[in-house]
C-alpha cells in the first residue's frame, strides 16, 4: 500500500546517536515490539522507502518504521540531514519522531575496550579522540531532537526496558505463548518456562474404555475433570498466569513456554493444555497449543494407577494407542 494513501499517518521514528550509545541495541528492542527497523538508512531516501509495498506475515503500512544512522551512514552531514527530516515532517501522511542516544565519553572508551573494537571516527588512534570528533559532528543532532538518552549507567536490559516502556506498540503487546503437554516418561520439554506436573489428578489410563482415548476425547475430559482436586487446582494454576504473564510481557520476554505433563503425555496433560489454551484466549492472550506425546507410544508399566485402583487388574502389554 503506498503511504499516501494510508488512512493514518506512517510513524517513523529517527534513531540516532553517538557510536557506542546503543543504537543496536535499541533497534532490536523496537523490532522485538513489532517495528520494522532499518539500520545505516540515507534520509533522504525514506519516501523511497515508504513507497515499497509492506509484504509479509506482519503486511500492513500501520507498522511503525525505526530508522538509524549515525556519523558513519553514507553522505553524513548533521544540518543537511535535519533539513531532510524536516520536509518529511511537512507530509501529512507522516508521524517523524527522532531519538537520540548519548553517553559519557569515559563510558563509551570503557565499552569498546571491553569489545576490542575500533572507535570509527579515529581507527588509528585513541579511542577518545574518535569520541571528541563525533560528538562535535553530532551536536546539531542532539540539539534538535525531542527526545534524548543518556545511556551513561544503563546496562543493555535497562535500555531496552526504557524503550519498551517509552515506544511499546499494541501490534505485539505480549510474549509469544506456547502452551505444551508432554509425558514425564519422555523427559520435560528442553524450552520450557513454566512445569505444571498434573500427575495428582486420577490416571484415565487404568480406566479400559478410556484407554485408548486421549485428552481430546470427551469422555477422557470429564474423568480428569471429575477429580476432586481438579477445579480448585486448575483455578490457583490460572491465577498465577494471569499474575505472571503480564510481568513478563513487562519485562520483554519475547517466548514464555507453558509445560502441563502426566506420566505418558495423551490424557490429563492434553485435557489441561486445551483448556488453558481456551482460558488464556479468553484473556486477551494468543497462545499456540501443542501436544508433544499425544502420538507416542505409550510403555503400560510407567503408569501409575489411578486413586485407589489396582493397575494389575488392567490389561497388561504395550500396545496403547
Not at 135 to 142: E, T
Not at 251 to 260: D, E, H, R
Not at 263 to 287: C, I, M, N
Not at 288 to 300: F, Q
Request: charged share 25%; net charge negative; proline share 6%.
Amino acid at each position: 500500500m503506498n503511504a499516501k494513501t494510508a488512512s493514518t499517518p506512517q510513524t517513523i521514528l529517527i534513531v540516532t546517536g553517538v557510536s557506542g550509545a546503543g543504537k543496536t541495541t535499541v533497534l532490536k528492542a523496537l523490532e522485538d515490539l513489532g517495528w520494522e527497523a532499518v539500520d545505516n538508512f540515507p534520509i533522504r531516501l525514506a519516501s523511497q522507502l515508504l513507497e515499497i509495498p509492506v509484504t509479509g506475515r506482519q503486511a500492513s503500512p500501520d507498522i511503525p518504521i525505526a530508522l538509524g544512522f549515525d556519523s558513519r551512514t553514507r553522505g553524513f552531514d548533521a544540518e543537511t540531514l535535519i533539513q531532510q527530516i524536516k520536509q518529511l515532517q511537512n507530509q501529512p501522511n507522516l508521524t517523524i519522531r527522532t531519538l537520540f542516544l548519548d553517553c559519557a565519553g569515559v563510558e563509551i572508551e570503557r565499552r569498546y575496550a571491553e569489545t576490542r573494537r575500533r572507535h570509527p571516527a579515529a581507527p588509528d588512534r585513541p579511542a577518545m579522540d574518535g569520541i571528541a570528533i563525533e560528538r562535535a559532528l553530532m551536536d546539531p543532532f542532539r540539539q534538535w531532537a525531542e527526545t534524548v538518552i543518556d545511556t551513561s549507567k544503563l546496562s543493555a536490559h535497562d535500555l531496552q526496558q526504557a524503550i519498551r516502556e517509552q515506544y511499546n506498540n499494541e501490534t505485539s503487546p505480549h510474549s509469544v505463548i506456547t502452551i505444551t503437554s508432554f509425558g514425564y516418561s519422555r523427559g520435560i520439554p528442553h524450552n520450557a518456562d513454566l512445569v505444571f506436573d498434573l500427575r495428582f489428578l486420577r490416571n484415565p489410563h487404568w480406566d479400559n474404555i478410556l484407554r485408548p482415548l486421549t485428552g481430546l476425547d470427551e469422555g477422557v475430559s470429564h474423568y480428569v475433570e471429575a477429580d476432586p482436586a481438579y477445579h480448585a487446582a486448575m483455578e490457583k494454576i490460572r491465577d498465577l498466569l494471569r499474575y505472571l504473564l503480564p510481568l513478563y510481557d513487562a519485562q520483554g520476554k519475547a517466548y514464555v513456554n507453558i509445560a502441563f505433563g502426566c506420566t505418558g503425555g495423551r490424557h490429563r496433560s492434553v485435557h489441561v493444555a486445551e483448556q488453558f489454551g481456551r482460558w488464556l484466549r479468553e484473556d486477551g492472550f494468543d497462545p499456540a497449543v501443542n501436544h508433544r506425546n499425544l502420538t507416542s507410544r505409550p510403555i503400560d508399566a510407567i503408569e501409575e494407577p489411578a486413586n485407589g485402583a489396582n493397575k494389575n487388574s488392567a490389561p497388561q502389554g504395550n500396545d496403547i494407542t
